[in-house]
């Protein structure tokens, strides 16, 4: 079966590899065989990719595997009882070693797919339910004012969610004019094109004069943008830090946060009991609409091209879907 393996910076290939086993429910229990039909690379794919990861230089290759974790497919073998084989489920690998065309994981984590999603927006559940699991640590946002700094997919989703909790503004900021067309429609109801530190004047316009009382850092592993947030935020506000950080920041203007009393919530790693869930239903109950996120797909085969494309942000890239062989169009 294909696999894939990063070989060096930005060349990944298609190698042989021998199929995946499962163990004896003995030696260990409630494994699954999963084979991917559809994925979509996600920001924290490209440190592997850019041989960048936390500041540090990458080693390659990387294992077999890198670098892959949104996707839905179907359980083809089980030694556990939580799953039948057959039962098409949303995936997440450990590590992000998903870029299998199959493969070992426990049955705790994957989800099962809502029948009234198509695989494109099931799938979409893994990324809206980490920003789900963000949002659920903000406070009640009716009538609040609030600035998403990254308007890539996340930042996107963000206004999204924002939008069905009741902000009242809901400021999408990004560099990129190109990612700022699709803002509107996924709930901003104002954008900027510039980085954050030098929209303050442009956000207090739209404010009347003020700061929002939340900033949402979602600008990812390329640049952080935490001392962004702190000067767009107002005495008193929140910041919920999304974006995945180096190990450290330096230069970080942490006594200006401290004057400004803000408090600074950081966010990863959903559950799979409750939060993946809540994002699918958010998703088929129409409370939130990703379509407009998906703007390219490929074959397996065209690996190499998807991870390009996504990297380079290739006419206004977001969300990039790559078709594993198995995968079929669902009736």
Same mark, same amino acid.
């Given at each position: 079966?294909?696999?894939?393996?990063?070989?060096?910076?930005?060349?990944?290939?298609?190698?042989?590899?021998?199929?995946?086993?499962?163990?004896?429910?003995?030696?260990?229990?409630?494994?699954?065989?999963?084979?991917?039909?559809?994925?979509?690379?996600?920001?924290? +794919?490209?440190?592997?990719? &850019?041989?960048?990861?936390?500041?540090?230089?990458?080693?390659?290759? *990387?294992?077999?595997?890198?670098?892959?974790?949104?996707?839905?497919?179907?359980?083809?073998?089980?030694?556990?009882?939580?799953?039948?084989?057959?039962?098409?489920?949303?995936?997440?690998?450990?590590?992000?070693?998903?870029?299998?065309?199959?493969?070992?994981?426990?049955?705790?984590?994957?989800?099962?797919? +809502?029948?009234?999603?198509?695989?494109?927006?099931?799938?979409?559940?893994?990324?809206?339910?980490?920003?789900?699991?963000?949002?659920?640590?903000?406070?009640?946002?009716?009538?609040?004012?609030?600035?998403?700094?990254?308007?890539?997919?996340?930042?996107?989703?963000?206004?999204?969610?924002?939008?069905?909790?009741?902000?009242?503004?809901?400021?999408?900021?990004?560099?990129?004019?190109?990612?700022?067309?699709?803002?509107?429609?996924?709930?901003?109801?104002?954008?900027?094109?510039?980085?954050?530190? &030098?929209?303050?004047?442009?956000?207090?316009?739209?404010?009347?004069?003020?700061?929002?009382?939340?900033?949402?850092?979602?600008?990812?592993?390329?640049?952080?943008?935490?001392?962004?947030?702190?000067?767009?935020?107002?005495?008193?506000?929140?910041?919920?830090?999304?974006?995945?950080?180096?190990?450290?920041?330096?230069?970080?203007?942490?006594?200006?946060?401290?004057?400004?009393?803000?408090?600074?919530?950081?966010?990863?790693?959903? &559950?799979?009991?409750?939060?993946?869930?809540?994002?699918?239903?958010?998703?088929?109950?129409?409370?939130?609409?990703?379509?407009?996120?998906?703007?390219?797909?490929?074959?397996?085969?065209?690996? *190499? *091209?998807?991870? &390009?494309?996504?990297?380079?942000?290739?006419?206004?890239?977001?969300?990039?879907?790559?078709?594993?062989?198995?995968?079929?169009?669902?009736?």
């Amino acid at each position: 079966m294909l696999a894939g393996k990063l070989v060096s910076r930005r060349l990944i290939e298609l190698v042989e590899i021998e199929e995946p086993q499962l163990l004896s429910p003995h030696a260990s229990p409630g494994q699954i065989i999963f084979q991917p039909e559809m994925t979509c690379l996600c920001g924290s +794919d490209l440190p592997f990719f &850019d041989d960048d990861f936390e500041g540090h230089p990458i080693e390659y290759p *990387q294992p077999v595997g890198m670098s892959l974790h949104e996707m839905v497919g179907t359980v083809i073998d089980t030694n556990g009882k939580r799953w039948k084989p057959g039962t098409r489920v949303l995936a997440v690998p450990v590590g992000q070693l998903g870029l299998f065309e199959r493969f070992a994981l426990s049955e705790q984590r994957v989800v099962a797919l +809502d029948p009234r999603l198509s695989d494109e927006m099931a799938m979409l559940a893994q990324p809206f339910g980490t920003v789900v699991h963000a949002l659920k640590k903000l406070p009640n946002m009716i009538d609040r004012d609030v600035v998403v700094l990254g308007q890539g997919p996340i930042g996107q989703m963000f206004n999204a969610g924002l939008r069905n909790m009741g902000a009242r503004r809901i400021i999408g900021i990004d560099p990129l004019a190109s990612r700022l067309k699709v803002s509107s429609t996924m709930g901003a109801t104002d954008t900027i094109c510039a980085k954050g530190a &030098d929209a303050v004047e442009q956000v207090c316009e739209i404010l009347s004069g003020d700061l929002p009382e939340i900033v949402i850092e979602a600008v990812g592993h390329r640049g952080q943008a935490l001392n962004d947030a702190i000067e767009l935020t107002r005495p008193f506000g929140q910041i919920l830090y999304f974006g995945v950080p180096a190990n450290s920041i330096d230069g970080v203007k942490l006594r200006a946060a401290l004057f400004k009393n803000l408090v600074i919530t950081t966010s990863i790693h959903p &559950d799979f009991e409750r939060t993946f869930p809540l994002a699918m239903q958010w998703i088929a109950e129409g409370r939130v609409s990703l379509q407009p996120l998906i703007t390219h797909r490929f074959p397996l085969a065209q690996i *190499q *091209q998807a991870f &390009d494309t996504f990297r380079d942000r290739v006419d206004g890239a977001q969300k990039v879907l790559v078709e594993f062989p198995s995968w079929k169009p669902q009736k």
